[in-house]
């Protein structure tokens, strides 16, 4: 069984095994934001709100992000990957004696709510060994609290640099807490027992955490280099959403977060929500705030009203944001299992607890579905044609398809498993072979599709159209580096959807091309970057391409 691997990359595969392209849809939605506790700028699937509770401390009053995800569970949500998101926070600290020193241990995660504890011992340390020791860190419940939620061992660590064991070093694996400052050259005190000479005593944290100030959109656009804020979630698979709540009850997310968080969901095959501001307190405000925002976007979604619900922390009905509420509904009506769109679209229909601010009568719910905005409901529609789902792109969108939510997943849907599914040819040889194989596997995936009532606004096999050989890539060129032409039909007759989806030893892209005929040529324009030329002899696949 060869295996092959390319800076970080590594497949290991049987010479005969076929491949094939999974067509698992994403299903979780992601929220970046401030919670009381919890690891930051690490994203952590939680399955129910008692998992968010455990994890990220619950309902906090300074967290819009916490009623988000109630809301989301509430109404149907299953799944949620959180990234915690601070500013200024300051973690607590664990002072452990060391003679005339102090060993100072700093928790991973800031903020008032972690409550940490240590415990020194020597026990199975050679009697002249005067530099190791046994550390064990907890985190526990509440400050005296004997129940334990976190435990980690750390047997026969040292004090000395140069040792393997050095605790400076080995503590950076720990997931409670880490080092600060200069590690005293000798070791700490065995903690004792309060009162008694026995050992397995525990040293409680310092009262020190600060939970920080509210973020800005600096804090949740984060860095790309460092995986911070929005980035945190680069890695994640099966993204379906990604929602930012409100950066506090009173400040909403500010136009960078938008473009930033837009862009984010395009390279990685999501849907970002996006709230209403409070300022649209009626339909007609709504539709020329839409406007006025100028946030035209195929990746995005919006509904309207805000909604209203039961503050648990203040004992009294508020209105919120909705975007919790949308997650989890759109979660709930979609069936990860279905490949393609049905129609009509199941009803996003609000569940009791949660009610909307304010009612919309028939007639305005049409007139926002014109500007991209959807309306929530509580009762089932009586219309016999309902509005689809829309993107934000209604009307400022090239492709009639990118204003219809469930077409815009679809098509994200075939992406991303398409870019998942041939990943595995970037360490190949640029042979004919690995191309041919590809092709094949992406033109199975799409036979499929088609089987499943995709593409039928064509006949026969010109609904979709795969390249991948010498003409978009360098036969010259080692591996490292894949070109892929996909096209599909749309859900208009005639038109096509054309993506070029490009495989590097650091990542994989798609984006949208135009192809042109040009001479004897066809000439696939990227719009935001470069354009590049392929030869194609003049056959069925150079017609079917003309059409796109």
């Keep these: 069984m060869p295996e092959h691997s390319l800076e970080g990359i590594r497949s290991s595969e049987s010479q005969h095994a076929e491949q094939s392209i999974a067509r698992n849809r994403a299903y979780l939605t992601a929220f970046v934001g ?9 994203p952590l699937i939680v399955r129910s709100f008692a998992d968010f509770q455990r994890l990220f ?32 926070a300051a973690p607590a600290t664990v002072s452990l004696r060391c003679e005339r020193e102090n060993l100072v241990l700093e928790a991973r995660a800031p903020g008032t709510r972690e409550f940490l504890r240590a415990s020194v011992d020597y026990d199975h340390i050679e ?6 020791f046994n550390l064990v860190v907890q985190r526990v419940r509440a400050p005296g609290s004997e129940r334990i939620e976190e435990q980690e ?39 004792l027992m309060p009162g008694t000479n026995l050992p397995v005593g525990y040293v409680s944290s310092n009262p020190d955490g600060d939970d920080g100030r509210p973020l800005t959109d600096y804090d ?37 977060t938008l473009l930033v968080a837009a862009r984010f969901c395009r390279e990685h095959h999501s849907i970002l929500i996006v709230d209403p501001p409070v300022s649209w307190e009626t339909s007609t405000a709504a539709l020329q705030g839409v406007k006025d925002l100028s946030f035209y976007n195929d990746t995005a979604v919006m509904f309207y009203p805000r ?12 209105t919120f944001a909705n975007g919790g509420a949308v997650a989890g509904i759109l979660a709930r009506v979609d069936d990860p299992a279905v490949m393609v769109p049905v129609t009509p679209e199941p009803e996003a229909l609000l569940r009791a607890g949660v009610r909307l601010s304010r009612e919309i009568p028939a ?29 934000l792109a209604c009307g ?47 033109l199975v995936f799409f036979a499929e599709l088609r089987k499943a009532g995709a593409f039928n606004t064509v006949v026969g096999d010109d609904a979709y159209l795969v390249i991948c050989d010498e003409r978009i890539n360098d036969p010259h060129e080692g591996p490292g580096v894949l070109n892929i032409l996909v096209q599909f039909a749309t859900s208009q007759a005639g038109g096509f959807h054309s993506f070029m989806i490009t495989h590097t030893a650091q990542t994989s892209t798609a984006r949208p091309i135009v192809v042109n005929r040009l001479e004897a040529s066809l000439l696939v324009a990227d719009d935001l970057e470069r354009e590049v030329t392929i030869r194609i002899d003049q056959d069925r696949d150079f017609l079917r391409m003309l059409a796109g």
């Excluded at 140069?162 to 050259?185: A, E, H, K």
């Excluded at 719910?365 to 219309?383: D, F, K, M, P």
């Excluded at 219809?404 to 870019?419: K, N, P």
């Design 57 to 88: 401390g619950g309902l906090w009053q300074p967290s819009p992000l916490s009623y988000a995800v109630e809301h989301f569970f509430e109404q149907g949500g299953r799944a949620a990957v959180i990234v915690r998101v601070v500013n200024a």
């Design 153 to 191: 061992s750390f047997r026969g660590v040292c004090a000395d640099p140069l040792s393997d064991r050095f605790v400076g070093t080995v503590l950076r694996n720990s997931t409670l807490v880490t080092v600060r400052g200069q590690v005293p050259m000798t070791r700490p005190n065995a903690t």
């Design 34 to 42: 401030r919670t009381l506790r919890g690891p930051i700028n690490t």
């Design 220 to 256: 949740i656009i984060g860095s790309a280099t460092r995986h911070t804020g929005l980035f945190a979630l680069t890695g994640v698979e099966d993204v379906a959403f990604v929602y930012v709540p409100p950066l506090s009850r009173s400040t909403e997310v500010g136009a960078s």
């Design 363 to 391: 007639s305005e719910r049409w007139r926002l579905a014109q500007v991209g905005i959807n309306v929530l409901q509580t009762v089932r529609s009586t219309e016999r044609d309902r509005a689809p789902l829309r993107t």
């Design 127 to 132: 009697a002249g060994d005067t530099k190791s």
């Design 307 to 318: 909604v209203s619900a039961m503050d648990r922390l203040r004992g009294r009905v508020e």
């Design 396 to 442: 400022a969108s090239a492709s009639s398809d990118w204003s219809q939510l469930a077409l815009r997943r679809f098509a994200q849907f075939v992406l991303s498993a398409i870019e998942r599914g041939t990943r595995w040819a970037v360490v190949r040889p640029h042979e004919a072979p690995t191309q041919q194989r590809v092709t094949q596997e992406i």
